[in-house]
Antibody
Framework: EVQLVESGGGLVQPGGSLRLSCAASGFTFSTYSMNWVRQAPGKGLEWVSYISSTSTTTYYADSVKGRFTISRDNAKNSLYLQMNSLRDEDTAVYYC????????WGQGTLVTVSS | DVVMTQSPLSLPVTLGQPASISCRSSQSLVSSDGNTYLNWFQQRPGQSPRRLIYKVSNRDSGVPDRFSGSGSGTDFTLKISRVEAEDVGVYYCMQGTHWPPLTFGGGTKVEIK
């Protein structure tokens, strides 16, 4: 059974940093690209970032470019999102989702940016 | 960026009746490889999104056959043949043809009358 489990969310002050993790199981992680998608409270879905299976290619939404960094460790079946210079508008539930057509999603982790 | 526009915003439906959600893209979603990367997702209250349909009309494993997807080019539709109580939630379309970025529609809230 495919499982994606996010962790690392929490309360952080504006300008602060946070690192999210996504632990994958039930499939050959190293052969799939991955995404981060977020959902602000009461709002719709927003794609945040993409990483190819071998980390060769990464993409970012304009809203996070230069502040967020996506990475992965295929030996640990894990995906990461390093978030720096956090803003109030980054407050959201962050989901990891498998591949470009997002067939599987995790349960999400809440990031709250507030002073 | 490709803009995805869903309608209606809210869809009150009587149990057992059909429902239809429209999704329009700002440009054709036909890819150079001949595929059309248009997905539909369901998000029940308090849950993560779940993919229902991929590449316009392919139902995911475990998705009831009352859900169907259709369309081409820039116009797409998700239909529920007979709405059940468990279908309450928000439905999103998403395009994966012209990316980055991957873009979602604004969502359609399905509720029971």
């Amino acid at each position: 059974e495919v499982q994606l489990v996010e962790s690392g969310g929490g309360l952080v002050q504006p300008g602060g940093s946070l690192r999210l993790s996504c632990a994958a199981s039930g499939f050959t992680f190293s052969t799939y690209s991955m995404n981060w998608v977020r959902q602000a409270p009461g709002k719709g879905l927003e794609w945040v970032s993409y990483i190819s299976s071998t980390s060769t290619t990464t993409y970012y939404a304009d809203s996070v470019k230069g502040r967020f960094t996506i990475s992965r460790d295929n030996a640990k079946n894990s995906l990461y999102l390093q978030m720096n210079s956090l803003r109030d508008e980054d407050t959201a539930v962050y989901y990891c989702a498998r591949d470009r057509i997002m067939g599987y999603w995790g349960q999400g982790t809440l990031v709250t940016v507030s002073s | 960026d490709v803009v995805m526009t869903q309608s209606p915003l809210s869809l009150p439906v009587t149990l057992g009746q059909p429902a239809s959600i429209s999704c329009r893209s700002s440009q054709s979603l036909v890819s150079s490889d001949g595929n059309t990367y248009l997905n539909w997702f369901q998000q029940r209250p308090g849950q993560s999104p779940r993919r229902l349909i991929y590449k316009v009309s392919n139902r995911d494993s475990g998705v009831p056959d009352r859900f169907s997807g259709s369309g081409s080019g820039t116009d797409f539709t998700l239909k529920i043949s007979r709405v059940e109580a468990e279908d309450v939630g928000v439905y999103y379309c998403m395009q994966g043809t012209h990316w980055p970025p991957l873009t979602f529609g604004g969502g359609t809230k399905v509720e029971i009358k």
